[in-house]
């Protein structure tokens, strides 16, 4: 699933994590809106579904999942999350050069988890 290094102490050895999943929580949740917040001590994350079609002034949603971290865990979500993105912008650019098929040439697994 991944894994864990003691950052203080390089002679620390890796620890893998290996978290298991109900089959409800492995199908995950819809979100197409994020917002973050925080206090001193922790940073708050609100994912909710939101429908954007609804031409009326309040907008109808619904929050599909509310999760909090500590400061210095949102700091490694940020840098995973960037990471991810990065690789997924090189992969997506790739993908959609002419000499690959052009517009989403072929379909393939662009799944994440890598184990280094």
């Given at each position: 699933m991944g894994y864990y290094e003691d950052m203080d102490d390089p002679n620390t050895p890796e620890r893998h994590i290996n978290i298991h999943f109900s089959p409800e929580i492995m199908a995950g949740v819809y979100a197409n809106f994020a917002?973050?917040?925080?206090?001193?001590?922790?940073?708050?994350?609100?994912?909710a579904r939101v429908d954007h079609e609804v031409e009326d002034e309040e907008i109808p949603g619904v929050v599909v999942s509310r999760i909090n971290l500590s400061a210095k865990f949102m700091r490694e979500l940020i840098d995973a999350m960037q990471d991810n993105?990065?690789?997924?912008?090189?992969?997506?650019?790739?993908?959609?050069?002419?000499?690959?098929?052009?517009?989403?040439?072929?379909?393939?697994?662009?799944?994440?988890?890598?184990?280094?």
């Open positions: 917002n973050v917040s925080h206090s001193d001590y922790e940073f708050t994350i609100t994912f993105y990065s690789k997924w912008q090189t992969r997506e650019g790739i993908r959609n050069l002419p000499e690959s098929g052009g517009e989403g040439g072929g379909s393939q697994d662009y799944s994440t988890d890598d184990e280094e």
